[in-house]
């Protein structure tokens, strides 16, 4: 149990197009999910945190109207990465918690963003 | 402002070796404490999950330990195989339900 799935698990795109990111919880109902970045070499700096059917709450110094976050239903949760450029090229990774475990957080298996 | 600290970056043994990886972190207050592990371009695999009020746990080959008074986990790996060599990340659950993530310590078993 507690799987989570993203999609696309790699997307290539040019400067300036916008790139939607999905996770999706598979067995369990997620009331709240996070996404992450994570950058070569480096660890995982939460972006955001998303409820269901509420606003997402952004960490500092994470552009809220670049990074649009939508929790739409319980099990799914989509970044749009706006108007991407190069420097937006990361690793994105979403993790999920709710049902029985609320304390745990059950990742998803990333999604590679390459910017031309 | 609670801070995440792995310690060693890096670390290349024998296989067949046991090894010992370091997590502290420095507001105690935490919910819980997760070990990872990430394969290269990969997501995470949660290793152990130590809630607050334990001192360990096991699975197979891995223990973890916990002394939140001192703000200290172990990750403790017997007997490492090739296949162990991977990223291990801690992470420390706060009270706001974040999870805090330490750089790493990216591990190589040599056959």
């Known amino acids: 149990g507690a799987v989570v799935s993203q999609h696309p698990s790699w997307v290539i795109c040019k400067s300036g197009t916008s790139v939607k990111i999905e996770c999706r919880s598979l067995d369990f109902q997620a009331t709240t999910m996070f996404w992450y970045r994570q950058f070569p070499k480096q660890s995982l700096m939460l972006m955001a945190t998303?409820?269901?059917?509420?606003?997402?709450?952004?960490e500092q110094g994470v552009e809220k109207d670049k990074f649009l976050i939508n929790h739409a239903s319980l099990t799914l949760s989509t970044l749009t990465v706006t108007s991407a450029h190069p420097e937006d090229s990361s690793f994105y990774i979403c993790?999920?918690?709710?049902?029985?475990?609320?304390?745990?957080?059950?990742f998803g298996p990333g999604t590679r963003l390459t910017v031309l | 402002k609670q801070e995440v600290t792995q310690i060693p970056a890096a670390l290349s043994v024998p296989e067949g070796e046991n090894l010992v990886l370091n997590c502290s972190f420095t507001?105690?207050?935490?919910?819980?404490l997760q070990w990872f592990r990430q394969d290269p371009g990969k997501g995470l695999t949660s290793l152990l999950l130590i809630q607050s009020s334990q001192r360990e746990q096991t699975s197979g080959r891995l223990n973890a330990s916990l002394d939140k008074s001192s703000g200290r986990s172990t990750l403790y790996i017997a007997a490492s195989q090739p296949g162990d060599s991977a990223t291990y990340l801690c992470a420390v659950n706060n009270q706001g339900g974040k999870l805090i993530f330490g750089q790493g310590t990216e591990l190589s078993v040599k056959p």
């Open positions: 993790s999920a918690r709710g049902g029985r475990s609320y304390n745990e957080q059950f």
């Open positions: 998303s409820n269901e059917g509420s606003k997402a709450t952004y």
């Open positions: 507001d105690s207050a935490i919910y819980n």
